[in-house]
C-alpha cells in the first residue's frame, strides 16, 4: 500500500505541474492585456543591441522606374499579378495652405489633371496609367487580393473602390487607343477618337464619405489616410489625420464596429499612452493567418496589433532606433516591415525596418545606399522576396530584392532559415500557411519537456523502490490477497 501511495503521489505532482505549465501557456498566448504585452516589448527592447548597417541580403535595384516622373509618391501597392500600383499627386503640393482651419479643401481648385495611378512591371516598366481629372489630394493605396483598387482621397475626405474587372477594361482602352494612335501615324487620317476613350470613364464601386465634407460619424470621415481588406471582403479604415480611429466595414460599405480616439491634450508621456489612443493612424496591414490588424500610429512612433475580428488589443512595437514616427507598415511572414520619418528633436536614421512580429526585434534594416529623406508608404510581397518603399518629397519609388533563403540576425542572435522549407529567392510563390503546422521550437520543446517528466518520474519510483526493498516489503507475499482473488475468479 505504501508502494502504491507513493507512485500515485508522484505521478499526480507531474501531472499538475505539466498541467499548470500548459495552462499558463495558453493564457500568456490569448491574453489580450495591453500592459503586460506592452511592459514585455519594452523590456526586451532595452536589452537588445542593434546594428545600424544595412542588410546584406537586401539589395536595392538603383535602375527601377528611374525614367517615370512622379510627383509627391503618397501610396504603393502590389496587384496579385506581381505588378507594382504607384499613387502620386502630379503637379498637387500639399502644404499648410492647402486646408483651412476647419480642414476643408478649397472646392474652386480643379481635380489633378495628371495620371495619378501607375501600374508597373518588376522590371519597372510602365503597363497601365490613369486617374486624370479624378482626385483632388491622393493619400492610400490598396490592391487586395482579388485586385480592386482602394483609395483614399484626403482632401475630398473619401474611400473609393474599383473593381478589378473594371481596370481590366481600362488596359483594354489602353491597348486600343495605342493601335489606333499607329494606325494614325501610319496612314496621317484624321479620325477621332470616341469622346468616351479619351476620357477616364472607371468609375468606382462604392464611394464612402461626403465629398469635400469631414465629418465623424457614420457617414463622414476626415482625411482618411488607408484601407486595409480580407479576403471575405470586410475591410478597414484608417481615419485619419482628424478623427483618430479605426473603422472597420463588411463588404457593403456597412460599419460592423470601430474603436480609437484622441490624446487628451496636446503635451502626453509617449511612454505610458493607452492602446486605443491614435495620433495620426497612417497605415494598416492585415495578417490573416493570425486574425491580426497592424496599424501604424504615425506620431506615437509605434505599431499596434488588434484581432481582426473584434478590435480588441494585442501588441504594441516600438523600438528607440526607429524613432518617435512611424510614416507606414506592412506584413509577411511573421514580419513587419515598416518606414520611419525625420523628427527635429531626434537624430535618426530615417530606413526601412524589418520586425519580427513574436519578440519585436529588429530584424534587418535596409535602404538605397544611404538615409531616405520622408518615406511615406511601403509594400512586400507574400514571400517577403520583395519590397517596394516610396518617397513624398523625393518624388521617387525604390525596388528592394531580399534573398528570404540566408540567416538573418535577431537582436544578438544569427537564426539560420532552413532552405528546405522555404520557397526559392525572388519569386512570387504562394507559401502555406505556417500557422496551422507544428514549428520546430514547438516539437523539440514537447520533447524535451517529455523527457524530463520520465526522468523525474523513474527517479522517483526508483527511490520508493530502494525505499521499499530497504523496509523488505517490495516483495512480502500476502496470503490473504491470493485466497481473496480465488474467490473472486
Sequence with gaps: MHLQHDIA????????????????????????????DREFLASED????????FDKNIIWKSQWANNIKFGQISGVSIDPNGNIGIFHRGSRVWNRNTFDNTNRFDRNERPIQ??????????????????????????????????????????LHQVFKFDAKDIAKMKDITK???????????FLNNH????????????????????????????????????AVESNGDFFVSDGYCNSRIIKFNAKGEIILQWG???????????????????IPHALALASELNLLFLA????????????TNGTFHKEYKHPIIGTKIYSVAYARERLYLVNGPDPNYKIHIRGFILDVNSGNITSQFGPKQDMNRPHDIAVSENGSEIYVVELNLCTAYQFFQDINTSVQIGNFIVHANPHHEPAPLTDKDINNLSGGTTTATLVLSLVT????????????????????????????????????????
Excluded at 25 to 30: N, P
Excluded at 177 to 186: A, G, S, T, V
Excluded at 261 to 279: A, E, M
Design 297 to 308: 500610429d504615425r506620431e506615437n512612433g509605434r505599431v499596434l496589433s488588434f484581432f481582426a
Design 176 to 186: 486600343l487607343k495605342k493601335r489606333q494612335y499607329i494606325q494614325e501615324k501610319m
Design 46 to 53: 532595452s536589452e537588445v543591441s542593434v546594428s545600424n548597417t
Design 261 to 279: 480616439r484622441h490624446v487628451n491634450g496636446n503635451i502626453y508621456d509617449l511612454t505610458h499612452l493607452s492602446s486605443n489612443v491614435f495620433n
Design 114 to 155: 495628371e495620371n495619378t495611378i501607375v501600374l508597373l512591371d518588376k522590371l519597372g516598366r510602365k503597363l497601365l496609367e490613369w486617374g486624370a481629372n479624378m482626385f483632388y489630394l491622393p493619400h492610400g493605396l490598396t490592391i487586395d487580393m482579388y485586385g480592386n483598387y482602394w483609395i483614399t482621397d484626403v482632401a
Design 450 to 489: 517529455a523527457a524530463v517528466i520520465f526522468i523525474a518520474l523513474c527517479i522517483a519510483i526508483a527511490a520508493v523502490v530502494a525505499r521499499c526493498q530497504k523496509r523488505g516489503r517490495l516483495f512480502q507475499y500476502d496470503e490473504s490477497a491470493v485466497e481473496f482473488s480465488k474467490l473472486v475468479e
Design 192 to 227: 477621332n477618337f470616341d469622346p468616351l476613350l479619351e476620357n477616364n470613364v472607371l468609375k468606382p464601386s462604392m464611394i464612402l464619405g461626403e465629398a469635400f465634407e469631414p465629418g465623424h460619424d457614420e457617414k463622414r470621415f476626415c482625411k482618411p489616410t488607408a484601407v
Design 9 to 36: 503521489c508522484c505521478i499526480s505532482i507531474l501531472f499538475i505541474l505539466n498541467f499548470a505549465k500548459a495552462d499558463s501557456q495558453d493564457y500568456l498566448q490569448y491574453s489580450d492585456n495591453d500592459e503586460r
